[in-house]
């Protein structure tokens, strides 16, 4: 770790956390190329193609954290099923309406999130930089389509749904 100079015990933390959020990441991903796939209805245009953007930067993210991960000396898991047991961000059936589809993935930003700030954490303790860095962008970028996801779920047709379904749950 000379080139870097930080200590090789110290970034092992750092690491492990980089490694759960590839596995958030990857499971994330795979949810919305499902969604993308799988929308229907009035919203299908807006959707399918806000989808797309959300899994292609996931893609990008996924290469530059274990990107990241080989920089740091280490070796980025890269099996599927570690990626499930080990994420706390969960499969979903794809048989959902659209507004349930964007609540799934505000719900998996709050998980994103968190794991993010625990890798900023260990970063800042072993005095990673590069990473610390890396995560700044990356929480701006997502606190950005968290916002926007948000914004098109209070719109007047999610809102309407939305009422509609919990009318009908109520009944």
Known sequence: MDYL???????????????LLLAEYHIYYQKLRSFHWNIVGKNFFDLHVKFEELYGDA???????????L???HHPVSNYSDYLRNATIQEESFLKRDAEMVRAILNDHK???IQMKNVMDQAEKAEDEGTLDIMGGYIASLEKSS????AWLTSGNAQLETTLLEEATKA
């Not at 893609?59 to 990241?68: C, G, T, V, Y």
Request: glycine fraction near 0%; avoid cysteine.
């Open 5 to 19: 100079n930080i200590k090789k015990n110290d970034i092992l933390p750092v690491v492990e956390e980089l490694n």
């Open 59 to 69: 893609r990008l993210k996924i290469d530059e954290i274990a990107e990241r991960i």
């Open 71 to 73: 920089t740091l000396k």
């Open 111 to 113: 998980q994103l999130f």
């Open 147 to 150: 916002w926007m996801l948000n």
